[in-house]
């Protein structure tokens, strides 16, 4: 069966610290991974996707960036956080063809910055 | 590209029923629908596909219409676990996926 998996759980962070996050799948092969972030009470927001290694499509203009060093593993990342980077960050990877379009989400991190 | 819910909240009592809609400005290959409970991740209830649709569970289902690129989710009998927030989730004709605004559901005994 697959499997996905976020960490940490929950993080708190100074603004202008560094950041990285770190997600992977098991059990199947070649997904599209996706980065969503979540501000409190507020809808999801897609950050970047990506169809294979190395490939990765930013959804919005911000001081994140998103890596796929391996076909299975999901890294966002930044340099300097900001308090408006704070938020429920979720991981979900869905297979690349088939019939299933279904996305399966991890269990999130919960990012506050300070 | 972000479809758009409406309403934005409601508030049921138990065996009440709810309508939640979802409308997107492109053309759409699927519709998907989740619910997110409070501090947790978005779960999938169904997904409605182009040229057809798919009804997920028994007192929850929705429809999608293709040329008006909107869906609809259709609770009926609501049930206290049915509180939560709804997204709804589209795939574009290019593959993008969007979540949609969210709608807060409550229902009250």
Not at chain 2, 15 to 31: M, P, R, T
Not at chain 2, 41 to 63: D, N, R, T, Y
């Amino acid at each position: 069966s697959q499997t996905i998996h976020q960490w940490p759980a929950t993080l708190v962070q100074p603004v202008g610290s560094p950041l990285s996050l770190e997600c992977t799948v098991e059990g199947t092969s070649n997904p599209n991974l996706y980065w969503y972030r979540q501000a409190a009470g507020r809808g999801l927001q897609l950050l970047f996707y990506s169809v294979g290694i190395g490939q990765i499509s930013s959804e919005v203009p911000q001081n994140l960036s998103a890596s796929r060093p391996q076909d299975r593993q999901f890294i966002l990342s930044s340099k300097k956080l900001l308090l408006s980077d704070s938020g429920f960050y979720l991981c979900a990877w869905r297979y690349r063809q088939g019939a299933n379009p279904e996305q399966y989400f991890g269990p999130g991190t919960r990012l506050t910055v300070t | 590209q972000q479809p758009v819910q409406s309403p934005q909240a409601v508030i049921l009592r138990e065996g009440e029923d709810a309508v939640i809609n979802c409308s997107s400005s492109k053309a759409l290959y699927s519709v998907h629908w989740y619910r997110q409970k409070h501090g947790e991740a978005p779960v999938f209830l169904m997904i409605l596909l182009k040229g057809g649709e798919q009804k997920g569970h028994e007192k929850i289902s929705a429809s999608f219409n293709e040329k008006k690129q909107q869906s609809s989710l259709y609770l009926t009998a609501s049930q206290l676990s049915y509180s939560g927030t709804y997204f709804c989730g589209t795939e574009n004709l290019a593959a993008q996926f969007y979540f949609g605004t969210g709608t807060s559901l409550t229902v009250i005994p």
